[in-house]
């Protein structure tokens, strides 16, 4: 069968919200004898873990002492995509009837670092139901915002996949410094007091792949626990 080429006439960008994440360790875990056989299974089991961020009640991996307060996020990615070794999740302001709230930037950056904090819960679920030695022991997360344009084919008018600065971005931010594990761009825009109150700081990333200088925002006690000679030749 023949695919037909993607559509160069109406492709328009869109502002999005990207966030790219990774299974630390997949490459090994995918190595094993009959993998194929849970594979599935275990997938199934870390994307029910960043789905549970839209359900009434709170997710199983949460701390205890945070369920009681929990509330969901209002709103599902428009596009999600399994990228091979983690995920690629987009919300996209033009599929609402308004811009993406800083409210919803705040409660979904919130709740992916909640869930790369708690991820041996994820991982104790899994080795109830795949019994192989090597499971992905953490998940890193890459977020951004941007520009995002759909790719359609023949006459349709959804798009099948998307490209965009901000997805390839959101990638490299994933796997700039594995020892952190989670870097948002300042392209999403965070209230002062919120990072604060997070304990995050905003500082730059000077040797990203690719790309020029790029402000971020990184957990503070992760960025403090890198050893100082990583820290100086990664941030600035």
């Known amino acids: 069968m023949i695919i037909g080429p993607f559509n160069t006439k109406g492709v328009t960008g869109t502002e999005a919200i990207v966030v790219f994440f990774d299974l630390e360790g997949f490459s090994s875990f995918f190595m094993q004898p009959d993998v194929h056989r849970y594979a599935i299974d275990y997938l199934n089991i870390v994307f029910e873990a960043v789905d549970l961020a839209f359900c009434e009640e709170p997710p199983y991996w949460l701390p205890k002492e945070s369920q009681a307060g929990w509330r969901p996020i209002s709103c599902r990615p428009d596009y999600v995509k399994f990228t091979g070794d983690g995920g690629l999740l987009i919300w996209i302001a033009a599929m609402h009837t308004e811009p993406i709230p800083l409210a919803f930037k705040l409660k979904l950056t919130g709740f992916l670092w909640a869930l790369k904090s708690s991820f041996d819960e994820v991982t104790k679920k899994a080795q109830n139901v795949v019994p192989l030695a090597k499971l992905p022991k953490r998940i890193r997360f890459g977020l951004t915002g ?63 792949k690719g790309f020029e200088k790029e402000i971020v925002y990184v957990d503070k006690l992760d960025f403090d626990a890198l050893p100082e000679d990583k820290r100086k030749s990664l941030f600035a």
């Not at 989670?182 to 995050?200: G, P, Q, T, Y």
């Open 146 to 208: 941007g520009t995002v344009y759909g790719l359609t084919r023949g006459l349709s008018n959804v798009p099948e996949d998307y490209i965009g600065f901000c997805i390839n971005l959101a990638a490299r931010l994933q796997d700039y410094c594995r020892e952190i594990g989670f870097i948002v761009s300042a392209r999403i825009v965070m209230d002062e007091f919120i990072i604060k109150k997070l304990n995050w700081i905003k500082t730059t990333a000077i040797d990203l």
